[in-house]
């Protein structure tokens, strides 16, 4: 029975917030008159002191005494005795659990908010140093449009954006309401101030009903949901990253402090830190398939099936810590190709749509036909081995002959990217601007 009925083991992780609930709780029984003013200054006292024991190791952690509520105040009432029994009167470990895991979860999401911006100023630092870098941009992962590497790292930017929003929602509806005071389930017949205590807590006010303040746990379930879409957001990158590093790519360097070597193969680079925040992916996105299923279907009110709400959670805050800070220092520290990413960029065709807007805009072609036009043309190009650059502009006639030099214009890279300066389009001069507005959201 102690073996599975036990969480001491992992909600030790909550200490912090059972003494500061605890607190909130004392003050206000004595401000209302439950206990006494000389009863708090002990509790106080005698928390304090059992603070400072966790802290440094000295606590005896017991698995008999179920959690970690029960080990607090046990200890409690061995320090200062009675009054330490009168810290319980008017709450239950269901409210009492319910609050210290809503403020465990918060610190999580602040914390993991501050470390997205710090990943999104990684993003937008680089973006800087190489809006004006042509890369490959593609669907399919085949070459569609030359890029440059700014645009494309500011749509990771946008991406964490979102989920730091996502992130700061889900506390905002965390943050309404502290359960704390809802007791077993049905509230207390003794004259508490739960108001007093959710101030306390930092909270905007008190649940407004018992039942669903100890029996829900929505607050983790959209933290959960926060975490995965982010850490799939990461996930690609990583994959990218991957990509990018292999030697058959080329595109990008990591240094040895973000790779590791073989045992045996002696000139190997693995990128095992993009590896690993593409693998911790699938944990973040199971604890949140885990919890919406330990709480699906559980009639109300409190059942232990909640205690389950936990393990998921803590491993996904930590999972997802590691994976924002290996991404920032992976974008920090990475050193482009300038020269391969620029070759490539002018591989597989890739400025085929420049030319068929120019058919459009010089020869008044209609789109369709742009398209069948510029279509022949990459046949044809494709047959000789050469890219549409190479085609001279006599070969270029024999499919469409009012075709002239113009054309040589807009065929480069280059030129593709700058011409793309639609808003939020990839042209350099785009993507400082873009810059520019980051920093002002940043600052
Ligand atoms: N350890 C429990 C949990 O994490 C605390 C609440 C226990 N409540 C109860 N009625 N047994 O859910």
Same mark, same amino acid.
């Given at each position: 029975m102690q073996a599975i009925n036990a969480s001491v083991g992992f909600d030790r992780k909550m200490w912090r917030q059972d003494i500061r609930g605890s607190l909130a709780h004392a003050a206000m029984l004595a401000h209302v008159g439950i206990i006494g003013a000389d009863d708090e200054a002990a509790i106080r006292d005698g928390l304090a002191a059992i603070a400072a024991e966790i802290e440094s190791g000295a606590f005896a952690w017991s698995e008999?005494?179920?959690d970690v509520h029960m080990n607090i105040e046990a200890r409690l009432t061995e320090r200062i005795g009675e009054a330490g029994k009168r810290l319980h009167t008017a709450r239950s470990r269901n409210d009492q659990v319910a609050t210290d895991f809503r403020l465990w979860v918060r610190d999580a999401m602040d914390g993991l908010a501050a470390q997205m911006e710090d990943c999104i100023r990684a993003f937008v630092q680089r973006a800087e140093e190489h809006a004006g870098t042509i890369m490959p941009g593609f669907t399919h992962l085949q070459p569609a449009q030359p890029t440059t590497f700014g645009h494309h790292l500011l749509a990771y930017a946008e991406m964490l954006w979102r989920d730091r929003g996502r992130m700061l929602d889900a506390r905002a509806r965390l943050n309404a309401?502290?359960?704390?005071?809802a007791a077993a389930m049905c509230?207390? $017949?003794? !004259?508490?101030?739960r108001h007093m205590t959710a101030a306390a807590l930092g909270f905007?006010? !008190?649940?407004?009903n018992s039942l669903d303040a100890v029996g829900s746990r929505d607050f983790a379930m959209e933290f959960l949901a926060a975490c995965a879409i982010c850490a799939t957001h990461l996930s690609r990158l990583a994959e990218e990253i991957v990509l990018w590093t292999n030697p058959a790519w080329g595109f990008v360097k990591l240094g040895d402090g973000l790779t590791t070597g073989s045992s045996i193969m002696p000139q190997k680079r693995n990128p095992d830190a993009a590896e690993l925040v593409r693998g911790k992916t699938g944990r973040i996105t199971g604890a949140l398939v885990g919890l919406l299923t330990v709480v699906?279907?559980?009639?109300?009110?409190?059942?232990?099936?909640?205690?389950?709400?936990?393990e998921g959670v803590f491993d996904a805050a930590e999972s997802l810590t590691l994976c924002l800070a290996a991404t920032a220092a992976m974008v920090r520290d990475m050193t482009p190709d300038v020269g391969r990413m620029a070759a490539a960029a002018g591989? $597989?065709?890739?400025t085929a749509t420049d030319l068929a807007d120019w058919l459009v805009r010089?020869?008044?072609? !209609?789109f369709r036909d742009a398209h069948h036009v510029t279509g022949r043309l990459v046949a044809k190009a494709e047959l000789m081995g050469v890219?549409?650059? $190479?085609?001279?502009i006599m070969e270029m006639r024999e499919v469409e002959?009012?075709?002239?030099? $113009?054309v040589f214009g807009v065929l480069s890279p280059a030129a593709s990217v700058a011409s793309?300066?639609?808003?939020?389009?990839?042209?350099p001069d785009n993507v400082r601007a873009q810059v520019a507005g980051w920093r002002e959201r940043l600052a």
């Open positions: 008999a005494l179920e309401d502290c359960p704390l005071g509230g207390t $017949g003794f !004259p508490t101030d905007d006010g !008190p649940a407004r699906k279907g559980l009639a109300l009110t409190y059942a232990k099936d909640l205690q389950e709400d936990k591989g $597989g065709f890739s010089e020869l008044k072609l !209609p890219e549409l650059t $190479g085609l001279t002959p009012r075709i002239h030099e $113009g793309r300066r639609s808003f939020g389009g990839t042209a």
